[in-house]
């Protein structure tokens, strides 16, 4: 895939946050070689107030290693 690890986790965070939400802040842990082939995204909100978003997410290969983590903190809209 052409889109950088940091790219896909992105979308995936904000598709865990909602819509509503701006990203404020993103850490990415890289695991390795991504490999070839199709990565796994999955992503989660780990936490959230009346203004903020705490979002965690992953990217995993087909053989299940961890390629890529990261973690998000989103501002809710009219914060």
Known sequence: MDTSLAAQLE???RKAAGDGTALASMTVDYAGEPGDGVLEP???VERATRSLVFAQGELR???GALAASASAVFRR???
Request: hydrophobic share 40%; glycine share 16%; no cysteine.
């Open 77 to 79: 809209a009219g914060d």
């Open 61 to 63: 290969r087909a053989d």
């Open 11 to 13: 979308t995936v965070l």
């Open 42 to 44: 999955k992503g989660w």
